[in-house]
């Protein structure tokens, strides 16, 4: 990002409002001037945003509690700890409780237990005073309540945990392995460990762990899936790197069924080219047997989403098959000071609507972006939402840039939303639908409060996409098109400049 200048250009303007049609409008284009006309379905509609107690530091994963009625997130760097907030009103999310946690330890995951009044949270240590392992909370349970949580028992790994899922139905929680052994005590940079770590809760006091799995390797993520009795790994690094399921029809003892290795496949070499690398994030279709994987590359070009066949077509769990790719709508190299992980996907989840596959992610700079998996074989970016809502008053996370900075996405059925998390502007609430995906002109899209005016801080919006390089959301121009999209910007700042 270019301060300089946009302090400059923004010191050319007043605070009056630029009138939204006096630039023209243009329609959705290709390469070359073509007018694109392949509809897309797809789209988010905001139902409430909260910025929570905002503490410094950032928020993190999100996750909604089976029943729809509350939604736990974690914090990365700070104080933050986690955050319960009651989703009773849709439209106004309030927080229930924020636990607080030391400056030296970072809950980057929460998970909801299948009993009501318990959650976990992960722990991973800032610096030599931090904590590593997982807290059970208690909110409601036995010990603690909705208002004053008590953590009433823990797992302890001083090298941290990452993230962890927990099981629909049994008292078993699994968690990442990375680069460590079992016990925790002794570092292991190959990564040659066994993957998943299962806990059984049943006293939640006293966590015990039950075994270790295979494969070896640093595992990312580990996903539950309620509908198939599997469980769904990300490896990212280390002696196995790639897609892992097991069979958890046992919750305590998983078999491994099948991989999907990145060993031997293409690294990524250009924007929209398929690539493997750094295997992040797994997560099932609900109803068919395809498997969506992300890859997160924080530098340089970045990781795109994958989907696998694993019974569709010709795929199977024992072997599955790639048959779709897609990056992030603006996806370019990740270069300079303020690009860290802007393009690069995260985490998601598929949802359907009247038969509609779509998938949601918290898809960082990109904000919450759908997809449309109509056809799994060609997945398209839809919609976006750029989740910068209260983003002048968030205290939020300097260490990673602008925002909009979203971590994740999940889609509860029993109430039919979805919830996303960005790292600096929190909590979202979102309706989605399989309508036709709106195509704006670039000046509808700016106007972000629909009242037919540019104001400055639309007007300063354009210059960031300008300075960027970026396209504008929602305006229907390729990924591959910017510059067209720089064009058409530097018209609304001309006009910007004139009409002063």
């Given at each position: ?41 797809g789209v988010l509609e905001l139902e409430a945003h909260s910025l929570l107690s905002d503490p410094p530091g ?15 997130m974690g914090s990365y760097l700070g104080e933050g700890g986690s955050f319960l907030a009651d989703l009773s ?412």
């Amino acid at each position: 990002m270019v301060e300089n200048t946009r302090r400059a250009f923004l010191k050319t303007l007043s605070a009056t409002a630029l009138a939204v049609g006096g630039v023209g409008k243009v329609g959705a284009q290709q390469s070359g001037g073509q007018e694109q006309v392949t509809a897309t379905s797809g789209v988010l509609e905001l139902e409430a945003h909260s910025l929570l107690s905002d503490p410094p530091g950032g928020f993190s994963e999100v996750d909604v509690r089976a029943d729809g009625q509350y939604t736990v997130m974690g914090s990365y760097l700070g104080e933050g700890g986690s955050f319960l907030a009651d989703l009773s009103d849709l439209s106004n999310p309030t927080e229930a409780h924020r636990l607080p946690s030391s400056a030296s330890t970072r809950n980057a995951d929460v998970k909801f237990d299948s009993r009501d009044g318990l959650y976990y949270r992960s722990q991973e240590p800032n610096d030599d005073q931090g904590m590593g392992g997982v807290e059970v909370v208690d909110y409601g349970h036995d010990a603690g309540s909705v208002s004053e949580p008590e953590v009433v028992g823990r797992v302890d790994r001083p090298s941290g945990v990452h993230n962890m899922d927990a099981h629909y139905s049994e008292p078993v929680l699994y968690l990442v392995n990375s680069r460590v052994d079992d016990m925790g005590d002794a570092e292991n940079p190959s990564g040659s460990a066994p993957g998943i770590t299962v806990v059984d809760t049943s006293d939640p006091a006293n966590p015990e762990r039950v075994t270790t799995v295979e494969p070896l390797g640093s595992n990312h993520d580990v996903v539950v899936d309620e509908n198939r009795d599997m469980l769904h790994s990300a490896f990212i690094a280390g002696e196995f790197v790639g897609y892992a399921v097991h069979d958890i029809s046992d919750p305590r003892s998983p078999e491994l069924v099948g991989t999907f290795d990145y060993k031997y496949r293409p690294n990524y070499s250009e924007v929209g080219e398929v690539g493997f690398e750094l295997c992040h994030y797994a997560h099932p279709d609900p109803e068919e047997d395809l498997v969506i994987v992300g890859d997160e590359k924080g530098t340089g070009l970045p990781g795109g989403k994958h989907v696998l066949d694993v019974g569709w077509q010709d795929g199977s769990f024992e072997d599955p098959v790639h048959v779709g790719f897609v990056h992030s709508p603006n996806a370019k190299s990740q270069d300079g000071e303020f690009a860290l992980y802007d393009w690069t996907t995260h985490n998601h989840e598929v949802v359907y609507k009247n038969g509609t596959r779509l998938l949601v992610d918290g898809g960082y700079h990109e904000g919450a972006v759908v997809y449309d998996l109509s056809d799994p074989t060609n997945p398209v970016a839809a919609h976006q939402y750029l989740t910068i809502d209260g983003a002048e008053e968030a205290q939020g996370a300097d260490w990673i840039g602008d925002p909009p900075m979203a971590w994740g996405a999940n889609y509860n059925d029993e109430r039919d939303f979805v919830a996303v998390s960005d790292l600096e502007t929190g909590l979202y609430v979102f309706r989605v639908s399989d309508e036709e995906s709106p195509v704006r002109t670039v000046e509808e899209q700016l106007d972000r409060d629909g009242d037919g005016e540019l104001t400055q801080a639309d007007v300063q919006r354009a210059i960031s996409y300008w300075e960027d390089g970026e396209t504008v959301p929602n305006t229907g121009v390729a990924g591959d098109n910017v510059e067209m999209t720089t064009d058409r910007l530097q018209q609304v700042l001309r006009s910007a400049r004139q009409s002063q």
